[in-house]
């Protein structure tokens, strides 16, 4: 009787499979011998398994001490099961019966030669004893058994059919294996004799002759295949009354048989059944070499598989490094590859072309460098740089870099890169370029025609801020003339005439002034008020809002930046101007700009909504590009709003986007159009 977990069983076997439940806890458990796992880990070992029954098995190994299950206190909580010390114990049994599986069963459909398959009823096998062994081999070790025991051996077939010839075989069995009748009863008593037995050989009477025999059945991975035979020795017990009988029925001459079973050796039942014993030893050592054999076997063949598919893997290797290769060379953008310490393994045709140096010429990063950078310091700089992209894990873009080329003419590449594999210990960098030459030539066109765009802006603005100072000017200086031609000017009108003209003055220099900052080129970045930035532009342009009537409300945070506050200016005024020409064309009542700031998460958000209407949604996705424009060719360019965006993203690392919007102000709601500039604080 054996108890496992307070429950009584007959046979151990029987608890061990109470304890496995079938197939899917055993491979659970064939799983966590590997290493701990989460549930989910688990279910994906095991995809055939739903969560309940595999929640249920988890449970019971959990209660039979086999697995452990630690909580841990996350959100969500997560579950990791771990096999236990009892339930390693299991490996071996495991084990075993993984190696059966190997032999016993196939994959698919599809087994290699020499293996055993499963059939529909019974196992079938498609080897034979000759496969796994060398007869001469067996036949030598047959004859040096008989020889030092004294007895007939021979090694058959299962059906009794001879695979080794006979040793030591007596002149009796011969002469009874030459008639029909003796030849098939003999045949028959072999193969019973060399059934599989698991507790020992098989020893009786022989079926044919009546004499001791013994036999012991070849296996491999529980199928048989052979039988190893030995006996022919007599006792006590056989007559030659017996042997007469025998061979009348066979039709064998009775005086040649007599004669023959007296030559045949005496034997104690005692040493025959230590001998088949010693036999039964012997076919279990080569029921084990075959079973090796096969493994080997299957090893050999699996090897050979796996080394035709590494070679085909190799040429299929080889084909794709060509075509990768050549996609390389024959890219349209420039493209490097280079290892960790400077070495450059490629340069495509579009690099050498628009660089003009070769391979041969820059075999190194350090060479290129020094070959297209004449200042020491950038040149170092450069090396630095490029010397930090082996220690990058995933594809970075860098930005643009201008340098000279063969021909010593400027040129400007954007460059990106990306590790594409490790050789030799060393780290492969794939560096991808944009030739953006022309484009930085398009862009400075394009800065310069919005600057004009802007500055012609602001001379009509200058005129709208001139023409009533000049005004007050020109009446004052043309009263007081009059008046002096008729003698009636006073002092006092004089001085209060004078003190008007020259506040006049004094608005129409501050104006000077506050136009020629905004036109200045400042090429250096400072700290700067964004409410201060604001205050600026609006003296610049509430000259022609105010003629307009419309209304600039604003709620601005006292922010400081970095960066070039001209630039976000120019954007500023862009933006601001597009809502008044819209608004113009409204026949709004009151005509809203509306402007706040907000900070979030190192941001600072501007917002400038109006209630023109909104922009129409099928130009919404178009108005950033370069030349749209909604006013006609005789009053826009298209570029405002594309050199704003280009402002914003490449010179105040922000983002400039678009939308239309509904909100209210002072209990009355409104449609138009919202410009959002994200700028980073930091």
Known sequence: MYVFNEKPYKYSLEAIMNVLGGKWRSLILWQLFHTKLRFTEIQKTVPEISKKVLSEHLKVLERNDLIIRTVYPTVPPQVEYEITELGKSLATILNQLEEWGKINLYENNNFPKNFIKKGSKNYSINITFQDLFNIDEIQLLQNQFSTANNVASIITEVDGTPITSPTNFTNLCQIIRETEKGCINCYKSDAEIGKFKADGPTIQICKSAGLWDAGAAI??????????????????????????????????????????????????????????????????????????????????????HSQKKIKSLNENLDILNSELETIIQEAPNPIILHEKGGKILMLNHAWINSSGFTLEETPTIDKWVESVYDDTKMIDSIKEHIHSLYNITQRVDEGEFTFFNKNKTPVTWQFSSAPLKTQKGKKIIISSAMDVTELKQKDKILSIKSRQAVMEEMLEMIAHQWRQPLSIISTLSTNIKFKDEINDLKSYEIQESMEKINDSVQHLSNTVDEFRDFFKIKSLKNEFSIDNTFSKVLKLISCQFKNENIIIEKDIHDITLFGFENKLIHVLINILNNARDELIKTEQNKKLILINTNISTNLLEISIMDNAGGIPNYILNDIFKSHFTTKGDENGTGIGLYMSKSIVEKHLNGVLEANNINFSFEKNDYKGAEFKIFLPLN
Do not use: C
Not at 247 to 258: G, M, R
């Open 219 to 304: 296996s491999v991975g529980g199928k048989h295949i052979a039988n190893w035979l030995i006996g022919q020795v007599r006792d006590n017990s056989q007559t030659e009354d017996s042997i007469r009988i025998y061979a009348n029925k066979i039709h064998l001459n009775e005086q040649k048989a007599i004669k023959a079973f007296n030559e045949v050796p005496s034997m104690t039942p005692r040493s025959f059944e230590n001998i088949s014993r010693l036999l039964y030893t012997f076919a279990n050592q080569l029921s084990a070499m075959a079973y090796q054999n096969i493994l080997h076997s299957q090893n050999i063949k699996e090897l050979k």
